[in-house]
């Protein structure tokens, strides 16, 4: 019996192999040309646009790529056509005196040279490109809208994601590309979460990172902070209060040891134990004098470890224990209004409107998408001045409290600020009353300070039309709401008035 062997075909699809080849030839030419254009645009005259970035140095390569593979694909298939009976595989001869060989060798060397300087050039820009944050903030564009918005409006919005995510080395490199495979398998099965979960569990420890550009040896002293306040009644009553937050210092260069960035000192270390994965219950806290090695132990009254019990690993606390939301920061109600009111962009004089506005900003947080949020808060608010005289005032307000929404809420990604505790302070989130909250007791009877005044001296507080006091020495606090000795200011305060 004989096999019929299918022809060779002719002419171009002869190298090419077949269809296959074909295509890979075709994709391959379109996608090298449009490259190299590109890549020739971006060296003489430069883009500004961060998609393109992406497009030039991650996707047209691959598309390349994906064109030589094909006609990889088309040669091997070919060559499985030509086979004929009782051939036998093997590497092909080179002839350096065949004048074709030679030809075919020193065109292969010289395209083989183009093509690996375009490609170290391109993997260097790739690995610009997958650094910036354009490609971390924009790309996944859902999913990563509400930290990049948040970030946008941060005291650290030119400071590249990658500086605080990944740091210097490569082997945090190597570990971020690794999980950010994870992740964008994740988006492309939309099998991500909503929200994204926080704390971070692997982020790199911040003495690694933040301490490229902050390091504790540099906190001295006290830094002014002054907060407007307006009450959610009807004449929105401004409270005003200006304290001196002691943030202290970390070594006797610029002044005494002490306050609050001595939990970074070098000298010492904090560890704790969190009860909840969002390290908002803390029984248990341990610092360790390593000069004297003097340990001392806090816990609340149940927080004490069982006898004999397992106890996990406890944290090392490090920046971000407290400064958890140095840029993604999402403003409550409250504090977005108190700010868009003090700087006058809503209107003060209108009569209730940081309480409506904040109504309304609470209930279109659980909107479903954000054109609905956008519409309901211009619903909310309109139907509570139907006559009033200034219409003008009240548009005003109501696109101000949108832009607040736009810049704070994303409901496609579920993602507020109720869904992101904030460790600095102690108002709307325990903060440092997680621990400093008069519970924690150690071993020899010391209470881990819950004075007012160890952190902060309140210097000038006012009320409305009353004159404000001032003393540099201090005040007690006069609280706007009453007297609340001793209870957590948490138990009221939660983001909204
Ligand atoms: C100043 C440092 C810093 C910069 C710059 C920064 N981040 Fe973060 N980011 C953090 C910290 C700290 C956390 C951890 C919050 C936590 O664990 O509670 C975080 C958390 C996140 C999270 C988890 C979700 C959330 O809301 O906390 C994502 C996603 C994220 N960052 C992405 C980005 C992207 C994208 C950029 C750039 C556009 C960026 N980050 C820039 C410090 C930074
Ligand atoms: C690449 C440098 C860089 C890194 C890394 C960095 N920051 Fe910053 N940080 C800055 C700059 C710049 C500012 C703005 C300074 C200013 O406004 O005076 C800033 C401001 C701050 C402020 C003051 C914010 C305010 O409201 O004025 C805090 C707090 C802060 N950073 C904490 C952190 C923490 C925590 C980390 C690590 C998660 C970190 N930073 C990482 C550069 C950096
Ligand atoms: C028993 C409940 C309660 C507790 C506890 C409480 N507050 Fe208040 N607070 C109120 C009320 C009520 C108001 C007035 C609300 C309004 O009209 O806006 C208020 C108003 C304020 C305001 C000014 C208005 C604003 O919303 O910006 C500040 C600032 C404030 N409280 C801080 C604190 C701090 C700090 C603590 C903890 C030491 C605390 N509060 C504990 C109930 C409480
Ligand atoms: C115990 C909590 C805590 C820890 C830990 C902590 N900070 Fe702070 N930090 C604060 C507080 C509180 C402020 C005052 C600013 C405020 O209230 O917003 C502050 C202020 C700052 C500022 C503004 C500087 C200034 O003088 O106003 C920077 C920058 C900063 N911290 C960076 C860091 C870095 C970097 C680390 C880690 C090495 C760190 N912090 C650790 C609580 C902390
Ligand atoms: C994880 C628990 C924990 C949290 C959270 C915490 N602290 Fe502390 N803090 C401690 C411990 C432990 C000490 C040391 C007490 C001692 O043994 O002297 C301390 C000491 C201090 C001191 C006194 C330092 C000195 O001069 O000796 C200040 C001020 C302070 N903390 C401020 C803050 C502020 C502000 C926050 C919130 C932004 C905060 N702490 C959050 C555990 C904590
Ligand atoms: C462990 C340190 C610590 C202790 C103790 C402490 N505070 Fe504070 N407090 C802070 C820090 C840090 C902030 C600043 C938070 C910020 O940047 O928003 C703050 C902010 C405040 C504010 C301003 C809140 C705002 O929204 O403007 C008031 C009022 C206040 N504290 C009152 C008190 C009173 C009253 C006590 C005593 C019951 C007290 N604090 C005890 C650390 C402390």
Redesign the pocket.
């Known amino acids: 019996m004989t096999e019929t062997i299918p022809k060779p075909p002719k002419g171009l699809s002869a190298y090419a192999g077949n269809w296959l080849g074909l295509l890979g030839i075709i994709v391959t030419m379109c996608s090298l040309l449009a490259l190299l254009l590109l890549i020739a645009f971006d060296i003489f005259v430069g883009f500004s646009r961060p998609y393109l970035g992406v497009l030039i140095y991650v996707i047209l390569p691959a598309i390349v790529f994906a064109g030589l593979l094909l006609i990889g694909a088309g040669v091997w298939y070919q060559r499985r056509l030509r086979r004929k009976p009782g051939y036998k595989p093997g590497l092909p001869h080179i002839d350096l005196n065949n004048p074709r060989h030679r030809r075919n060798l020193i065109l292969t060397v010289c395209i083989g040279l183009v093509f690996l300087l375009f490609s170290a050039y391109g993997s260097y820009r790739a690995y610009h490109v997958t650094e910036s944050v354009a490609f971390c903030g924009l790309l996944c564009h859902q999913v990563m809208e509400p930290v990049h918005t948040t970030y946008l409006n941060s005291?650290?919005a030119?400071?590249a994601c990658t500086?605080?995510h990944i740091g210097p080395g490569a082997s945090w490199f190597v570990r971020a590309k690794i999980s950010g495979l994870r992740q964008v398998y994740a988006v492309l099965t939309d099998s991500y979460p909503r929200p994204i979960p926080v704390p971070v569990e692997n982020l790199r420890p911040?003495r690694e990172?933040?301490e490229?550009?902050?390091w504790p040896e540099k906190f001295y002293g006290a830094t002014e902070l002054q907060r407007p306040h307006y009450l959610a009644d009807e004449d929105n009553t401004p409270f005003d209060i200006r304290m001196m937050i002691k943030v202290g210092g970390a070594t006797p260069l610029h002044g005494p040891i002490g306050g609050i960035h001595w939990h970074m000192a070098v000298g010492n270390d904090i560890e704790y134990r969190a009860t909840d994965a969002s390290r908002q219950t803390i029984p248990w806290v341990r610092a360790t004098n390593r000069a004297t090695g003097k340990v001392t132990v806090y816990h609340t009254a149940d927080g004490a470890p069982a006898e004999g019990a397992a106890q996990p690993e406890p944290r090392r606390m490090d920046?971000?224990d407290c400064?958890n939301r140095?840029t993604h920061i999402f403003q409550s109600p409250n504090e977005a209004l108190n700010v868009a009111l003090w700087l006058n962009r809503v209107d003060a004089s209108i009569p209730s409107i940081k309480l409506n506005a904040s109504n309304a900003l609470l209930q279109s947080a659980k909107a479903k998408s954000r054109t609905e949020g956008v519409r309901q808060i211009d619903e909310l608010i309109s139907a509570k001045y139907p006559d009033y005289q200034d219409p003008l005032k009240i548009r005003q307000a109501v696109a101000e409290t949108q832009n607040i929404y736009r810049n704070n809420f994303f409901p496609e990604m579920k993602t507020t600020w109720q869904v992101r505790p904030d460790n600095i302070g102690h108002r709307s989130w325990p903060g440092c009353f997680r621990c400093h909250d008069g519970e924690h007791v150690s071993t020899t009877g010391e209470t881990l300070s819950n004075d007012c005044n160890a952190c902060h001296t309140i210097i000038s507080q006012a009320l409305g039309d009353k004159p404000a006091t001032t003393s540099l020495a201090g005040l007690p606090f006069e609280h706007p709401g009453g007297d609340v000795p001793g209870i957590l200011c948490t138990l009221c305060h939660a983001g909204s008035p």
């Open positions: 005291p650290h030119r400071v500086k605080c911040a990172t933040c490229q550009c902050h920046c971000v400064h140095p």
